[in-house]
């Protein structure tokens, strides 16, 4: 197949279509480099810098593509609080130029990557995909709200859409930014230079953490899945962990102690963790990774993390 990987130099985008180009299939990358690197990617992926906000490039890209993995976006909650004009531009903008590029070029299908974000805190655990979302944050509202957009130019405009909120993921190489790092390769670095590891309240609010490799199958399986027009479908672990169950697991793996802090600024939703029926019954999908072996891969595999 032919495909056009939106955010393709990213951590999951260029993951993505490195293996679907060692698949064998034509891979195109378009990427701004705001949060990616080109240097991730193999050479058989074609790759342009460009923006999600430009229709007549995308139109360009998308000759002969098949299917879309719309993956563009700004991520990081703590920055949406300062600048969600950005965010709504990039993330809601960008995903509606995306279909209108996808309907003037002929694109049959995207598969859209949302976030379990979206949920909010919910009473309800595990999170399944009827409830009613409780965004707590400008990322998260800009992701519902291209959740609406994708599915409903879908509708309109005869294109498959599949929207997969994907939950909290980890693996190798995942960025380490400067500002709002994420909280595993984080705690690996922190952990194994000595420094100290920050929990923001009690430590005891839980994520559900998946694999890298295990998004993966799911993405690859959303782009020719059978009857998953329009839907919503949840990619986690099916597990939720406290960050201190995360620490203790990193400290585990590691053969390291950590220093702790603790900080009174707030840790988001006090519980989260996916219901993955619909994946599996819709995918036929199911994450071959426990945490700890993740971690373990996580280690063994990022050179960053290598003594």
Known sequence: MRYLITGGAGFLGAALANQLVEAGHEVRVVDD??????????????????????????????????????????????????????????????????????????????????????????????VHENLIPEPQSPYAVSKLAAEYYVR???????????CLRIFNTYGPTQPLRASFPPVVPSFFQRILSGGSVIIHGDGNNTRDYVYLADVMDALIAASTAPNIDRRIINIGSGVETSVLELMHLIESVTGKHAQMLTSRTSAGASRLRADITLARELLGWEPRYQLEEGLRQTLALDTRFRS
């Not at 993330?91 to 694109?107: C, I, Q, Y």
């Not at 409903?152 to 599949?162: A, P, S």
């Open 152 to 162: 409903t130019i879908g509708k309109l405009w005869g294109i498959e859409t599949v």
């Open 33 to 126: 480099l705001s949060g990616g690197d080109e240097s991730r990617l193999l050479p058989g992926v074609a790759f342009t810098r460009g923006s999600v906000t430009d229709v007549p490039g995308l139109w360009t890209l998308l000759q002969g593509v098949e299917c879309v993995y719309h993956l563009a976006a700004r991520v990081h909650v703590p920055e949406s609080l300062q600048y969600p004009s950005e965010y709504n531009a990039i993330n809601v903008g960008g995903t509606v130029s995306v279909l209108e590029a996808m309907r003037d070029a002929g694109v049959r299908r995207v598969v859209f990557t949302s976030s379990g974000a979206v949920y909010g805190d919910q009473e309800i655990q595990p």
